[in-house]
């Protein structure tokens, strides 16, 4: 424990989107902070690869410098905001090793080598807080790994990235492009620097990952999580679900069964009158089912620099606490070995979209292909088209495995002209 005075000295690496607001609010709050840790929160410095560059009113030149392992080896607390794998990774193991806390919201590097991360601090007996790596200003990594420590989480499901349900939404309610909605996304700082890891579902399949960890308490690495993106959502099929009051959005779910835990990221319509369909711009919503507590419901900002640097800043007092006041955050659990299951075994229901041959016989020869596989239809409309008629078939649940060999078995069959999409139907 140090003298409760004596100030806590912040490292800041990388003062972009989030960063420059977390050093802002640092400034403008530091007396509140100061209360509140029961010491003063001083920055030691701000790590950037070009201190010539101009940051804007908020980030004193004063305090930028290019030497980040000698900024990291003064502070009791780094707060890592770069984002990527190197030099995240070395500059967080550096700042460990040195005895220092750290705090980040950098789900990529946690979701490929949180476990080397996570031992590191644990050996060193000091926190590793990442509130805002997971669905930004929310407070959910708190509830999981703390408040639900108690319980036995069986599903989590939601929506995790912001960018994504940015776009999608602009899509919906506005008829807006995939690629202009994308763009004003970039502009609003909800984005990764690359916009690859929100659209093609890698940022979400990352989260997807942590919450999956802490929620099972085994190690859940990306490569576990089914991940599927966005960039083949056509405005086509957007209109598409609207015409039946549903919506597309990316979900990620992670659930625990009796054979394992499954974790997966994909589009999926969602009906109207769900919760989550009403989940617009960049904010994320989340559901937890837990044993004992029964469902909660998590919404908010996902994105964006000053809701990020909210959840920032949370961890940071608290690691401060830890540092002026003595004690320590949770350490990893990871004591669980339940199978993780291929996305073939999950149970869902698909929606087809696709044209089909105009002339008798058609319906039924697209029946056969369904009960081949022992997969139920619920729903059947079909939409009159020029050369073929348009057919959209909604199925009852049934293994994924099953509904791709349906699927494979339509595009082979002379009844259809083509499969135009697949969407799996969630949230019912
Ligand atoms: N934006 C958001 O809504 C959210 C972001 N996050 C996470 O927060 C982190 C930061 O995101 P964000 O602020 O949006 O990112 P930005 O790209 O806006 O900012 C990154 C900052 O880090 C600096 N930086 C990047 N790479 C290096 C490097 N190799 N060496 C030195 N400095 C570097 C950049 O410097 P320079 O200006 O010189 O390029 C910039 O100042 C990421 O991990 C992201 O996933 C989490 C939740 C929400
Ligand atoms: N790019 C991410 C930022 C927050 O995690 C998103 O869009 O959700
Ligand atoms: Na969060």
């Given at each position: 424990m140090s003298d409760p005075l004596k100030p806590v000295s912040i490292a800041i690496l990388g003062p972009g989107t989030v960063g420059s607001e977390v050093v802002r609010l640092l400034t403008a709050q530091a007396e509140d902070l100061a209360a509140r840790v029961g010491a003063p929160l001083?920055?030691?410095?701000?790590?950037?690869?070009?201190?010539?560059?101009?940051?804007?009113?908020?980030?004193?030149?004063?305090l930028l410098t290019d030497d980040a392992s000698a900024l990291v080896a003064k502070a009791d607390v780094v707060v890592e905001l770069m984002g990527g794998i190197e030099p995240a990774?070395?500059?967080?193991?550096?700042?460990?090793?040195?005895?220092?806390?750290?705090?980040?919201?950098?789900?990529?590097?946690?979701?490929?080598?949180?476990?080397?991360?996570?031992?590191?601090?644990?050996?060193?007996?000091?926190?590793?807080?990442?509130?805002?790596?997971?669905?930004?200003a929310i407070p959910l990594v708190r509830p999981v790994r703390e408040s639900l420590a108690g319980d036995h989480i069986s599903r989590i499901l939601g929506i995790v990235n912001g960018t994504t349900n940015y776009i999608l939404d602009e899509m919906t309610m506005r008829g807006l492009d995939y690629d202009v909605a994308l763009k004003q996304a970039q502009e609003l700082g909800y984005a990764e620097a690359d916009p690859t890891a929100d659209v093609e579902g890698h940022d979400a399949a990352a989260k997807a990952a942590i919450l999956a960890s802490l929620a099972f308490h085994q190690r859940v690495a990306m490569d576990d999580v089914y991940c599927e993106g966005i960039s083949a959502v056509t405005s086509e099929d957007v209109i598409a679900a609207r015409e039946t009051d549903q919506v597309i959005k990316l979900l990620a779910i992670a659930e625990r069964t009796a054979d394992g835990v499954a974790v997966r990221v994909h589009p999926a319509l969602v009906p109207m009158t769900h919760p989550l369909a009403g989940v617009h711009g960049a904010f994320n919503a989340v559901f937890v089912e837990a044993e004992s507590a029964g469902g909660l419901m998590f919404y908010g900002q996902g994105a964006g620099g000053t809701p990020t640097a909210s959840a920032v800043l949370g961890d940071l007092v608290s690691v401060a606490r830890h540092k002026a006041s003595g004690g320590k955050g949770p350490h990893e659990s990871n004591y669980a070995e339940h199978e993780v299951l291929p996305i073939e075994a999950a149970l869902t229901r698909y929606c087809v979209r696709m044209s089909v041959e105009d002339r008798p016989g058609v319906l039924s020869a697209v029946a056969e292909v369904f009960a081949r596989h022992d997969v139920g239809i619920e729903i059947v409309r079909q939409v009159p088209g020029q050369t073929h008629a348009g057919l959209i078939l909604s199925t009852y649940s049934a293994p994924e495995r099953d509904l791709r060999a349906t699927v494979s078995d339509l595009e082979a069959s002379d009844a259809v002209a083509e499969v135009k999409s697949v969407l799996r139907i969630e949230g019912e």
């Open positions: 001083e920055i030691a410095g701000i790590y950037v690869r070009d201190t010539s560059k101009d940051r804007g009113p908020n980030i004193p030149r004063a990774r070395t500059l967080i193991l550096e700042a460990i090793a040195s005895g220092a806390s750290v705090v980040t919201a950098n789900k990529a590097l946690l979701a490929q080598h949180g476990p080397e991360l996570y031992e590191a601090a644990d050996a060193a007996n000091v926190d590793l807080y990442f509130e805002a790596a997971v669905a930004g």
